[in-house]
């Protein structure tokens, strides 16, 4: 099983930042996509932002310009630096990743439980 924790979030005022990290533990071979999916309350989870074993980015349209996911491959991490926020990315953020156990060789994708934040005057 991998497990995903994630640490970094809390309440700040409307144009601050934060930054989320999380970290994969288990028996990992590879992982090929980490990334990060928020859900507000009343609304459906939804990717923020991801990154590849190569590097490859993708954000939603709401975080280009602000947000900047990076990963080190090596600690199998994954963070996400939040800037010039809103209110409205209030939100449960998620780390996400998938790839592949050591033994036996399979897939895995998995989730950590989550971490609040709250963007807020």
């Known amino acids: 099983q991998v497990q995903l924790v994630e640490s970094g979030g809390g309440l700040v005022q409307p144009g601050g930042s934060l930054r989320l990290s999380c970290a994969a533990s288990g028996s990992i071979f590879s992982i090929n996509t980490m990334g990060w999916y928020r859900q507000a309350p009343g609304k459906q989870r939804e990717l923020v932002a991801d990154?590849?074993?190569?590097?490859?980015?993708n954000y939603a349209d709401s975080a280009k310009g602000r947000f900047t996911v990076s990963r080190d491959n090596a600690k199998n991490t994954v963070a996400l630096q939040m800037n010039s926020l809103k209110p409205e990315d209030t939100a449960v953020y998620y780390c996400?990743?998938?790839?592949?156990?050591?033994?036996?060789?399979?897939?895995?994708?998995?989730w950590g439980p989550g971490t609040q934040v709250t963007v807020s005057s």
């Open positions: 996400h990743a998938d790839g592949f156990y050591r033994f036996p060789s399979r897939p895995f994708d998995s």
């Open positions: 990154i590849t074993i190569g590097g490859s980015t």
